[in-house]
């Protein structure tokens, strides 16, 4: 028997198989039982007429499917994260060689684009303070 806790983080890819086996029962009725896996059976039971083990192989099997799929996508995102976070040191490294080997380069650049960032800012908010009043606006005298 799937347990509550096992279904709830499984839910969205239950909720879509659960769906396309019995497409009589509604989005409402499956956020009614969001995470509950008796009281899913007891509502596939209730809408299809099907025998409690049959629905409960069921829910227990796209609990399985559901948990396969979620490991290998979790070994494959620690797999991407190793190889970023290695590119992030690796970039780190770097800029911190370039800076050492060029001080006033490098602060000169910084200062540059801290100005440019805060023109932008600075435009981007002022607009809207000054921007014309629409043609509704004046008429109702806004």
């Not at 839910?11 to 029962?25: P, R």
């Not at 800076?99 to 002022?126: D, K, Q, W």
Request: proline share 1%; net charge negative.
């Amino acid at each position: 028997m799937v347990m509550k806790q096992q279904t709830s983080g499984k839910w969205n890819s239950i909720h879509g198989a659960v769906q396309e086996k019995y497409g009589q029962i509604t989005d409402d009725e499956l956020r009614e039982v969001e995470g509950d896996s008796e009281q899913l059976i007891g509502l596939i039971q209730q809408k299809v007429g099907a025998a409690r083990e049959e629905v409960e192989s069921f829910v227990t099997r796209i609990y399985q499917e559901c948990g396969e799929s979620c490991s290998h996508l979790t070994s494959r995102a620690s797999e991407y994260a190793e190889v970023t976070g290695e590119k992030l040191r690796q970039g780190y490294e770097r800029s911190t060689k370039a800076v050492a080997r060029h001080p006033m380069e490098s602060v000169a650049t910084a200062l540059g684009i801290g100005i440019l960032a805060g023109i932008a800012i600075g435009y981007s908010l002022a607009t809207d303070r000054y921007r014309e009043p629409t043609w509704r606006e004046r008429w109702s005298g806004r």
